[in-house]
């Protein structure tokens, strides 16, 4: 059985720093790229950052660039996103999905599509405010 796990949200003020966790099991992530999406209220769910499954290439939203790192334990099966100088507009609720196989990251046009991935978290929340 698949299963994804996603932990670390919180309440934290703007600049602040969290790491959000995503532990999977029932799969390799040699075999699945992992995927962050974030979904704000009223607002459609949207790629934040992917890590991909073959040599551990990586995504990151034009909106996160410079302020997030994904990153992966295979050992331990878990994918990080680490956050640093978070802002109010980071207020969402944030899941991990799992994608089999690489991912296109050579077209430059490339962004993680919710329908592209195969397994999905529960969610967990960050909430960035003072």
């Known amino acids: 059985q698949v299963q994804l796990v996603a932990s670390g949200g919180g309440l934290v003020q703007p600049g602040g720093s969290l790491r959000l966790s995503c532990a999977v099991s029932g799969l390799s992530l040699n075999d699945y790229s992992i995927g962050w999406f974030r979904q704000a209220p009223g607002k459609e769910r949207e790629g934040v950052s992917c890590i991909s499954s073959s040599d551990g290439s990586t995504y990151y939203a034009d909106s996160v660039k410079g302020r997030v790192t994904i990153s992966r334990d295979n050992a331990k099966n878990t994918v990080y996103l680490q956050m640093n100088s978070l802002k109010s507009e980071d207020t969402a609720v944030y899941y991990c999905?799992?994608?089999?196989?690489?991912?296109?990251?050579?077209?430059?046009?490339?962004?993680?599509?919710?329908?592209?991935?195969?397994?999905w978290g529960q969610g967990t929340q960050v909430t960035v405010s003072s």
């Open positions: 999905a799992a994608q089999r196989g690489a991912l296109p990251l050579l077209y430059p046009d490339y962004k993680p599509g919710i329908y592209e991935f195969d397994y």
